[in-house]
């Protein structure tokens, strides 16, 4: 499908929690890591409420900026065989309950409006599903990267680090050394279907395809010998 240039300015679909989200509205999904959950309820359960206001603002500005680039990357209208720049409506939630988990899962909802106003023009029409398909591994990417620069930076007095706990395994919180606390190496987890009595369609982040071929860079590096994270004044961090 043809394109015209994308927008930036996305508008809200609704105001929760006054409100719910209208009919039609797909739910887009992305968590944290599970390390970072777990420094959320270490922070909770000794009561350290400023660096729980740090977590808090760390995650809530990774969401803002994946809402933006949703906005950028998929921000389209299906229209006379063509897709067409326009203004999505997007409520993001940040939940940190997971029905059938023990403990916190940070994760948010991004929920997008099935339709949107043409950019510069006062006609609605259906979204464009096939673009905002194609952009869900960048948009999980942005919000992953997002949220390990921001935490790194907030939690400096903590001299947190991120990377890989097995070989070719997406980044966990390494210090503190919270991946050793982990009860299994399950990266991802299933959808929440707790906010709403009234199910949407539920998008993961990342696709199917992007988590099996995680767990397929891992099962092959698994074959090959590795020292593990070397002392972290000898890690290069991206973030860091």
């Known amino acids: 499908m043809a394109r015209q240039l994308?927008?930036?300015?996305?508008?809200?679909?609704?105001?929760?929690p006054d409100e719910e989200?209208?009919?039609?509205?797909?739910?887009?999904?992305v968590s944290v890591a599970p390390t970072l959950s777990l420094l959320f309820?270490?922070?909770?359960?000794?009561?350290?409420?400023?660096?729980?206001?740090?977590?808090?603002?760390a995650v809530s500005s990774a969401v803002e900026r994946t809402v933006t680039q949703t906005q950028l990357l998929g921000g389209y209208a299906a229209r006379d065989?063509?897709?067409?720049?326009c203004h999505l409506e997007i409520?993001?939630?940040?939940?940190?309950?997971?029905?059938?988990?023990?403990?916190?899962?940070?994760?948010?909802?991004?929920m997008v409006g099935a339709t949107a106003r043409v950019a510069g023009e006062s006609a609605r029409c259906e979204l464009d599903r096939g673009s905002l398909q194609d952009v869900l591994d960048d948009l999980?990417?942005?919000?992953?990267?997002?949220?390990?620069?921001?935490?790194?930076?907030?939690?400096?007095?903590?001299?947190?680090?991120?990377?890989p706990p097995r070989a070719s395994a997406p980044f966990e919180i390494l210090i503190p050394p919270l991946h050793q606390e982990l009860a299994t190496t399950e990266?991802?987890?299933?959808?929440?279907?707790?906010?709403?009595?009234?199910?949407?369609?539920?998008?993961?982040?990342?696709?199917?395809?992007?988590?099996?071929e995680t767990l397929r860079r891992e099962q092959r590096a698994a074959q090959r010998p590795w020292a593990g994270p070397t002392p972290p004044d000898e890690r290069i961090y991206p973030f860091g």
């Open 91 to 110: 409520t993001p939630i940040i939940h940190s309950v997971l029905p059938g988990q023990t403990g916190s899962w940070l994760h948010a909802h991004l």
């Open 6 to 16: 994308a927008t930036n300015k996305a508008v809200p679909l609704f105001v929760h």
């Open 41 to 57: 309820d270490r922070f909770v359960e000794r009561g350290e409420t400023d660096d729980l206001d740090l977590l808090r603002r």
């Open 140 to 163: 999980y990417s942005t919000f992953r990267s997002s949220i390990e620069y921001r935490t790194t930076d907030a939690f400096r007095h903590l001299e947190l680090h991120w990377g």
């Open 21 to 29: 989200p209208p009919v039609g509205a797909l739910d887009l999904q």
């Open 187 to 212: 990266h991802f987890r299933a959808p929440c279907t707790e906010l709403w009595e009234q199910q949407h369609e539920i998008w993961l982040l990342p696709t199917p395809e992007h988590r099996a």
């Open 81 to 85: 065989g063509r897709a067409w720049p």
